[in-house]
C-alpha cells in the first residue's frame, strides 16, 4: 500500500512540473510577445529628454562643461537601469506573472497579443508612455514637489516644537 501511494505520489509530482513548465514556457511566450523589455527600454529613453530638461533649468548646469558630465553620468545611469532590467526580466517576471495568473489566463493574453489590437496596443505603449511621463513631470510634478516641501516643512516644524517641550 505505501509503495502504491509513493508511485502515485511520484506520478503526480511529475505531471505537476510538466503543467507548471507548460506555464513558464507560456509566460516566457507572452512576455516576448508583449515586447516587454522594449517598452521598458521605451520609457528610459522617455525619461532622458525630460531629465535632461530638468538640468538645463538649474542654473550650475548652465556651464557646458557642468552639462556633458552631467550627459555622461545620465548616460552610465541609464546603461545600468537597463541592465538592472534585463536581470529583472529574465529572473523575475515569469514568476510575478506566474503567481497573478492561471495558465487559462496566460493563454488569453498571448491569444489577445496575437491579434491586430493586441499588436496595436503594444506598438501604443512607448507613445502612451511619454505622453504619460511628459504630462505627469510638468503639470503635476510642481504641485506634488510643494506638498512634498509643504509636508516636510511641516515635520521639521513639528520636531523643533516637540524638542523646546
Do not use: C, H, W
Request: glycine residues 2%.
Amino acid at each position: 500500500m505505501k509503495k502504491t501511494f509513493l508511485v502515485i505520489a511520484i506520478l503526480l509530482s511529475n505531471s505537476l512540473v510538466g503543467f507548471t513548465q507548460s506555464k513558464q514556457d507560456n509566460i516566457k511566450e507572452l512576455l516576448k510577445s508583449m515586447q516587454i523589455e522594449k517598452m521598458m527600454s521605451g520609457a528610459y529613453d522617455a525619461i532622458i529628454p525630460m531629465m535632461k530638461n530638468q538640468m538645463k533649468s538649474n542654473p550650475v548646469m548652465k556651464d557646458s562643461l557642468q552639462t556633458k558630465k552631467m550627459d555622461a553620468m545620465m548616460r552610465k545611469v541609464m546603461d545600468a537601469s537597463r541592465e538592472m532590467t534585463k536581470s529583472f526580466m529574465e529572473n523575475e517576471m515569469t514568476g510575478i506573472y506566474e503567481r497573478n495568473f492561471s495558465d487559462n489566463e496566460v493563454k488569453d493574453l498571448l491569444a489577445f497579443y496575437k491579434t491586430p489590437t493586441g499588436q496595436k496596443m503594444i506598438e501604443s505603449q512607448p507613445t502612451i508612455q511619454q505622453e504619460t511621463m511628459q504630462i505627469m513631470m510638468t503639470k503635476y510634478m510642481p504641485a506634488f514637489r510643494d506638498k512634498m516641501k509643504a509636508i516636510t516643512d511641516e515635520i521639521i516644524s513639528d520636531a523643533k516644537i516637540e524638542k523646546k517641550d
